[in-house]
């Protein structure tokens, strides 16, 4: 987000230092923006990969492209020069969407979390629908944008005889700023991470330590080897996400409990490392999807086919088939083991020849001699 209050320029880079930081955003933008806007195209495109749980890190897709597109280069131009080039306006929408698109991140994975947790430990009760999806998505980004309104109502520019600032200017510029981050941080930050602590753990020992409630016999082992991975894929992407912004959380506060540290010679490449650490956290998830889940896998072969590195084999073709299995075998984004789908697939076939047989045989009439 954009400074709270205006300061002094006093903090002078070298070209080079510039240059360094430049290439280190730009990387991290090109990955967020390319994976993620893959993962968009593999979830619409696929009628296979609509899913509950696919619903949702649509969404999550959708908030890091907007974390990158709109809120990360306009930062970094911001903090390397000190100077708003953007006006009145953008420092509005930059103080808003961008900062609702990270709440309506976190609130993802926790839904996601939920999700899983509803699936796994209560199987036979309903699932979300596709319009139930819809209006919890709708309903997250509508506390998102409660939640960042403030940071919006307040922002102003400034103009100075050599710059113009964008800033929060809060009523009490004292505490309220240092109020607001506290508040954040608890809602969007620990409070989920303790809802999705406590789903995934449960989740966790459920899976990995007991059997799973609702499953039959002879379609456990390849259900509980598809749930782990989704599970394991989906913490992954929590701790990740944890880890990123936690520096920059700590940042803010510890600088508003000691606010001479902004004006330490080196505090400008401490906010530039923690926020290239949270908002890097933007392009890991696509390679996350990539490497732990085979549908994903296959859908960024297809969508980087071009590439001359990239080779699409027969199975990843089948991966995204729109293929579905009985009703009450389906759970999100996992699949049975590829041995039993061609078991399952060669007893179809030979199901159906016999039935085009008998049928044969019926039409022939009575054998005679």
Known sequence: MASDQPSANQFVQPAWRVALWSLAYSAALAVALLGNVAVIWIIVAHKRMRTVTNYFLLNLAFSDVSVAAFNAPVNFIYAVHGEWYFGEVYCSF???????AVFASICSMTAISIDRYMAIIHPLKPRLSAKATTGVIACIWSLAVVMAFPLCYFSTTQTLPRRTLCYVAW???ANDSFVYHIVVTVLVYVLPLLVMGVTYTIVGMTLWGGEIPGDSSDKYHGQLRA?????????????TFALCWL????????TGLNKQLSRWKYIQQVYLSVMWLAMSSTMYNPIIYCCLNSRFRAGFKRAFCCCPFVRISSYDELELRNTRL???????????SRLNT????????SGERKRENYHLNLSKGPNTC
């Open 227 to 239: 749930k782990r991975k989704v599970v394991k894929m989906m913490i992954i992407v929590v701790v």
């Open 342 to 349: 061609t078991i399952l697939n060669a007893s179809r076939r």
């Open 326 to 336: 009985g009703p009450g075998q389906q759970s999100s984004m996992c699949t049975l």
């Open 171 to 173: 009523p009490r510029m």
């Open 94 to 100: 930059h103080n808003l969407f961008p900062v609702a």
């Open 247 to 254: 520096p920059y959380h700590v940042y803010f506060l510890v």
